[in-house]
């Protein structure tokens, strides 16, 4: 039901994100996104899905970008050092990456699964009732 959702990694903060938008039901998802996990590391996805998404991956690493997004993305590779080899390495990689490497990849998310957290910023009437401090963590009320 969520307008959209999305996966995403960081390699140099070293982070996995499930992210959903205008979700009406996002603790829900947290479900989904673990259940997503399990089913990768048990089962991997068929060679097409991995062919798009790295199709999808690459596209957007490889697209023209205007003069501003290039400085941009120059100046947040030095302050990650991330240097052209290491960029091009990793590009390498990605249009290596087999059906197998995803599966590993979900097993390896899965078992950090355990020691991760999960952060749902949305409207209080989203909070189901049992939803507390106690099982929660912390509610921060924010006003907007």
Not at 35 to 41: H, I
Not at 50 to 62: D, G, P, W
Request: net charge negative.
């Amino acid at each position: 039901g969520a307008y959209g959702a999305f996966a995403s990694s960081d390699r140099t903060q070293h982070t996995f994100s499930f992210c959903s938008y205008r979700d009406p039901k996002p603790f829900d998802s947290l479900a989904v996104y673990k259940a997503a996990l399990e089913q990768c590391a048990a089962e991997g996805l068929d060679t097409a899905a991995v062919e798009k998404a790295i199709l999808s991956c690459y596209s957007s690493r490889t697209a023209p970008r205007a003069p501003y997004s290039m400085g941009h993305a120059a100046f947040m590779w030095e302050l990650s050092n991330m240097p052209y080899e290491v960029r091009s390495r990793n590009l390498a990689q990605l249009l290596d990456a087999t059906t197998q490497d995803v599966q590993e990849a979900a097993r390896f998310l899965l078992n950090a699964y355990q020691a991760s957290f999960s952060v749902v910023i949305c409207g209080k009437n989203a909070v189901p009732d049992e939803i507390s401090m106690q099982s929660s963590g912390k509610i921060v009320a924010m006003p907007v």
